[in-house]
């Protein structure tokens, strides 16, 4: 069993930059994918981010490549999602996520996620 507990959230205006972190219970977090996805008001939920258990390897979504970092520290059982130059389009809850899945082609998908945080809020004048 694991626990998500996403913070970070806020308010920010367009081109602002944000952190955004998810911590985990349990000693088996580095046992698991983890992913951020997003839902904004009237949305489906869509993926954001991904990265290895080892953290040696990450995916993105398309809109946020090259504006978005994820990264995780198993130490600390914590993943983090960087984020830079945020648009309009930013604005949602995030939703941090571990999977137990394997490979890049299943990283994207929500289904194949085990367990989810509650959220954390990003808006403002985006």
């Known amino acids: 069993q694991v626990q998500l507990v996403e913070s970070g959230g806020g308010l920010v205006q367009a081109g602002a930059s944000l952190t955004l972190s998810c911590a985990a219970s349990?000693?088996?977090?580095?046992?698991?994918?983890m992913g951020w996805f997003r839902q904004a008001p009237g949305k489906e939920r869509e993926f954001v981010a991904a990265?290895?258990?080892?953290?040696?390897?990450?995916y993105y979504a398309n809109s946020v490549k090259g504006r978005f970092t994820i990264s995780r520290d198993n130490a600390k059982n914590m993943v983090s999602l960087q984020m830079n130059s945020l648009k309009p389009g930013d604005a949602a809850v995030y939703y941090c996520?571990?999977?137990?899945?394997?490979?890049?082609?299943?990283?994207?998908?929500?289904?194949?996620?085990?367990?989810w945080g509650q959220g954390t809020q990003v808006t403002g004048s985006l």
């Open positions: 996520a571990a999977g137990s899945f394997y490979g890049p082609a299943a990283s994207n998908i929500g289904s194949n996620y085990d367990y």
């Open positions: 349990g000693r088996t977090f580095s046992s698991y994918a």
């Open positions: 990265i290895s258990r080892g953290g040696g390897s990450t």
